[in-house]
């Protein structure tokens, strides 16, 4: 049977074409047009950086926070944490067997909180100072051992409890966080028992001073009371 003719031109044009592609393909791998089917196989062994998701209460950026007044994720400034671990200033206080100076977790977290008001020695005598004459009777301070645990939790007649560095009284704690939760939270206070806490209880004790001045301690020193 005698072949198309046609078709063995097409044949030949197939051939011709895949002959042409051959002579063109280093050429065009060289321009970048194309790539290898060896360098189509590779993978990178580099692996895309991988973030995981922030939890709730985080961002992703440490200085910020969520908001627990609305349970939203409403961006908040987390207060700056404070260098415990050094020195921020010296407080010498005098008493009746000569002049003290605190431990320095306390010393620090006083300089922390009523250092930008130049208020930390006041601050520190309302917890000792020499005998002087209180709000009720004579007294050396509020809390002479500078004792931050439970083992000063005692109950006053009313029930409530000072507790931690500043005696904070339960009560008036309670009545603060229903007032001002916005203020108590925005200085990393949430409950009572951050009151154990030396640097929260001292930020807790500045909110109080502000509002009440120093006669809410009544064992400051005479002088702070007037």
């Known amino acids: 049977m005698q072949g198309n003719p046609l078709s063995a031109f097409f044949s030949g044009l197939g051939s011709l074409g895949a002959n042409i592609g051959s002579f063109l393909q280093p050429t065009l791998q060289n321009l970048g047009l194309i790539r290898s089917k060896a360098s189509q196989n590779i993978v990178s062994p580099i ?28 961006p908040t400034q987390r207060p700056n944490p404070s260098p415990m671990g050094s020195d921020l200033g010296q407080i010498l206080l005098p008493t009746d067997k000569g002049v003290i100076r605190p431990p320095r977790n306390i010393e620090n977290a006083i300089f922390d909180v009523f ?6 020695t006041e601050a520190a005598s309302v917890l000792l100072h020499p005998l002087s004459m209180g709000l009720l009777r ?41 007032r001002k939760p916005e203020v108590l939270m925005a200085n990393g206070i949430y409950s009572y028992d951050d009151m154990l806490d030396p ?28």
């Open 115 to 120: 250092g930008p008001t130049n208020q930390a």
């Open 138 to 178: 004579p007294t050396r301070g509020e809390n002479q051992g500078f004792i931050t645990d439970q083992r000063a939790d005692k109950p006053n007649q009313d029930g409530s409890i000072d507790r931690g560095l500043f005696r904070i009284n339960s009560n008036t704690f309670a009545d603060f966080m229903r």
């Open 199 to 226: 640097l929260l209880n001292t930020r807790m004790a500045k909110i109080i001073q502000e509002e009440q001045g120093w006669g809410a301690w009544v064992a400051a020193p005479q002088e702070l009371l007037q």
């Open 47 to 74: 692996p895309k950086p991988t973030r995981a998701p922030p939890k709730w209460g985080e961002s992703g950026d440490p200085r910020i926070t969520y908001s627990f007044l609305t349970g939203t994720p409403t």
